[in-house]
């Protein structure tokens, strides 16, 4: 097949565009994963990284409060019961209201950058790269107005379900951030890296545009009207104000993180790029390749059809996150040491990095939910209990926060110490910051389920059998991990990337397989699907091999 077809044509069924999306997300991950390594052999936990982390956080604001008033969840619905005529007036514009609203207040955020910066960061601010910090904060602003047209063009792209451009732009964004890191850090410092992010953000937007000129849909400058903007960002400010008590509630945690020492922020950001990992493969894949079918469902008033997309997606999110997990609990150590394990990046901040990402992955299977659960309740036309439930989540998760830091040591910081196995690390009440971060997930998809009982009648009762077998599988899968680990331990010593990579590449092998044979003998439906659709993939390649004309040697 052509690499033009492949790359242009639509997605049919819900599992095949979620494999397909996890398969993307996977080597986007990769490059990721790639990108933190640089940056924790360039800079280790330090000052330098906690500054380009922080900084990082004010655009991201940005882009929940003003991006997402004309995001994909809301023009997604509409274009998709529009002509082409319609769907470039509405293209056109969004994209100057954004362009126009974005633009006014990161005009506004760059003139008061010192004072923003300062009042969150006071240790940081004070920092001799105090002039990098305040332009790179700057340069950053520019970022979320990009991202922001590519969310309004990238709904083109989903609406025709080209899953493979809309998988693909993440590679291009930290393509352009390691670009940014390898060849411009050297020239301009702390600036540069924010240049690469520009870049890789403008390459995001870009990657979206072939299906938007083959529909015909090309957006203009266009000044917005009032009667059809309306529609359009009174539906989008419950889910704008969501993203932005999000992203309020990471800033403010960061900004406790700040002040917990020297390299906080850098291992609480690393274990949050880690369990983004399987976040990305589990909760992102099946949520967006969820939410047009979701959105389509609902506009026709199917609710049976709409009940069981998103508890064939629920089902397999929490089956997979509990296992994965699992394995997390068990291989923590080898995954940091493998991909942060390297040159300024010293063995204090591997071990908490490996601590931190564990609590972060026990609200790993609610994170994956509540992907799948919000664009559900967008998809259903009740944008505002999303921001509802962000709002008492996010008070949840920093009133927590608090509470847990202001608790003598002995009370529950100590034992957490001595479970993880980091006592004698400096910087542990971070884990309180996750801890508090991973409750208040579950806390938040606790309120979904229940506002989900009435577009989707039932579905609570259908995820308590994969949370039973997913237990069981995950406590397969870590003990043979485990197992492994130790039966390994004997026979090498771990003191090279290879042997570290090796060891843990095994046991997770091992790991996977006693899942599996667990899930085969309790008939886990989940797991039979999968199965199923493999033998297909495999009869169907065999069929097509078969059928293949014979050649001139070989008898007819």
């Known amino acids: 097949m ?123 601010a004070a920092s001799p790269a105090q002039g990098d910090f305040i332009l790179l904060g700057r340069i950053l602003l520019i970022q979320p107005i990009l991202l922001g047209l590519s969310g309004i063009i990238s709904s083109v792209t989903q609406v025709n379900r080209r899953f493979f451009l809309f998988a693909l732009s993440p590679v291009l964004y930290n393509l352009g951030i390691i670009t940014g890191t390898l060849f411009l850090y050297p020239l301009w410092g702390l600036p540069g890296i924010g240049v690469g992010v520009v870049l890789g953000a403008a390459a995001y937007m870009a990657i979206n545009f072939p299906v938007v000129i083959a529909a015909g849909v090309t957006p203009s400058w266009r000044w917005p009207t009032f009667s059809l903007m309306l529609p359009v960002v009174r539906h989008s400010v419950p889910r704008s104000l969501a993203l932005g008590m999000s992203a309020v509630t990471t800033l403010i945690l960061t900004a406790f993180a700040s002040r917990i020492g020297t390299g906080s922020v850098s291992v609480f950001t690393f274990a949050a790029n880690l369990e983004a990992v399987p976040l990305g493969l589990i909760g992102a894949s099946y949520a967006v390749a969820a939410f047009p079918a979701l959105s389509q469902a609902s506009a026709l008033e199917r609710r049976d059809e709409f009940t069981a997309i998103l508890s064939a997606g629920a089902r397999h999110v929490i089956l997979w996150s509990i296992v994965a997990l699992g394995l997390i609990a068990v291989l923590r150590a080898h995954i940091v040491r493998v991909i942060l394990g390297t040159g300024a990046f010293d063995w204090d901040a591997t071990r908490l990095t490996a601590a931190l990402f564990v609590v972060l992955a026990v609200g790993l299977a609610a994170d994956a939910l509540e992907l799948l659960f919000s664009r559900a309740l967008y998809a259903a036309r009740q944008s505002w209990r999303p921001l509802l439930y962000q709002i008492a989540a996010g008070i949840f998760k920093i009133g927590l926060a608090l509470a847990l830091l202001s608790l003598p040591a002995p009370y529950l910081l100590t034992p957490l110490e001595t479970f993880l196995k980091v006592s004698n690390v400096p910087g542990t009440p971070v884990l309180l910051l996750a801890l508090a971060s991973a409750a208040g997930q579950i806390f938040l998809v606790i309120l979904s389920l229940v506002a989900l009982r009435r577009v989707a009648p039932g579905i609570a009762r259908g995820l308590i059998e994969p949370i039973r077998e997913g237990c ?66 495999v009869r169907i390649g065999t069929k097509r091999l078969a059928l293949l004309a014979p050649s001139g040697e070989e008898p007819i």
């Not at 090796?502 to 667990?518: F, H, P, Q, R, W």
Request: with cysteine.
């Open 2 to 124: 052509p690499v033009r077809e492949l790359v242009m044509r639509p997605v049919g069924s819900l599992h095949q565009a979620a494999y397909l999306l996890a398969g993307l997300t996977l080597a986007s991950q990769i490059i990721a994963l790639l990108r933190d390594r640089m940056f924790a052999y360039s800079f280790g936990a330090g000052q330098t990284l906690d500054l380009y982390y922080a900084a990082f956080r004010v655009p991201d604001l940005v882009f929940a409060l003003v991006s997402s008033l004309v995001s994909a969840y809301v023009i997604i619905p509409l274009i998709s019961r529009m002509d082409r005529e319609e769907t470039q007036k509405l293209l056109s514009e969004t994209s100057t209201f954004l362009f126009a609203a974005g633009g006014a207040l990161c005009i506004v955020l760059a003139i008061f950058m010192p004072q923003f910066l300062s009042w969150l960061y006071p240790t940081l």
């Open 472 to 537: 069981l599988a995950a406590i397969a899968a870590g003990a043979a991990a485990y197992v492994t680990l130790k039966f390994g331990g004997d026979i090498a010593p771990l003191t090279t990337l290879a042997a570290v990579f090796t060891e843990g590449m095994i046991a997770g092998a091992v790991g996977l397989a006693a899942a599996a044979l667990v899930l085969y003998f309790i008939g886990n439906k989940e797991f039979q699907g999968i199965v199923e659709a493999v033998t297909r993939l």
